[in-house]
């Protein structure tokens, strides 16, 4: 069983740029959610997909979009670049219906500057 | 809105020793409660969890309660183990039709040899 991975690692941009950031799910989970950890802080949900549709989104400005494909990998994209989108960046996959853990991956460390 | 809090950013336990952790709650709509930890550098790590219908959930060494009427919980590690060292976040689910996770802000516990 294949866990959550994500791509990169770790990931410099400067103010007014986008990033794109990847996710892939654990193996069979239909569900992917998308997280900010800013330092000293809990992770803060982003968004949620499943099936491909956004299902519930958390208090963060349009700028921040995703997508989920069919093999239920996902991106997260971000554009115009604040410096306060400095953050770790988790994707957690899960399977809807079924248990409510979520799995989460490493994460990617996003610095602007 | 902070509406899950863990009010104590480190502790401190002896190793062998009981190691205790607290969460609080406002929103009563919260329905299930999870318990991740949190090595550097590594995603979050699903530990326990307790539905709302239930006030103790037990798994080897983590037991966490929940106290709804106070909307509290605890996890509660025994014995305290080295490889414990971790933060560790409460997170709560609520019956909102997404899997959206709300975390408090973690709790670092070091255990002392």
């Known amino acids: 069983e294949t866990g959550v991975t994500q791509s990169p690692t770790h990931l410099i941009k400067t103010r007014g740029q986008q990033v794109t950031l990847r996710c892939s799910s654990q193996?069979?989970?239909?569900?992917v959610s998308w997280y900010q950890q800013a330092l000293g802080q809990g992770p803060q949900f982003i968004f949620q997909y499943y099936r491909e549709e956004e299902n519930g989104r958390g208090n963060f400005p349009p700028r921040f979009s995703g997508l989920q494909f069919p093999n239920y990998s996902s991106e997260l994209n971000v554009n115009a670049l604040e410096l306060d989108d400095s953050a770790l960046y988790l994707c957690?996959?899960?399977?809807?219906?079924?248990?409510?853990?979520?799995?989460f991956g490493p994460g990617t460390r996003l610095t602007v500057t | 809105d902070q509406q899950v809090k863990q009010n104590s950013p480190s502790l401190s336990v002896q190793e062998g020793r009981i190691s205790i952790l607290n969460c609080d709650y406002t929103?009563?709509?919260?329905?299930?409660f999870l318990w991740y930890k949190k090595y550097p550098a590594e995603g979050p790590t699903f530990l326990i969890s307790?539905?709302?219908?239930?006030d103790k959930n037990e798994d080897g060494r983590f037991t966490v309660f929940l106290n709804k009427s106070a909307k509290h919980l605890s996890l509660h590690i025994v014995p305290s183990q080295p490889g414990d060292s971790a933060v560790y976040f409460c997170?709560?689910?609520?019956?909102?039709?997404?899997?959206?996770?709300?975390f408090g802000t973690g709790t670092r516990l070091t255990i002392i040899p």
């Open positions: 929103n009563s709509m919260f329905d299930y």
């Open positions: 193996s069979g989970h239909n569900t």
């Open positions: 997170a709560a689910r609520g019956n909102f039709g997404n899997e959206k996770l709300t």
């Open positions: 307790i539905s709302s219908i239930k």
């Open positions: 957690a996959s899960s399977l809807v219906g079924s248990v409510h853990e979520q799995y």
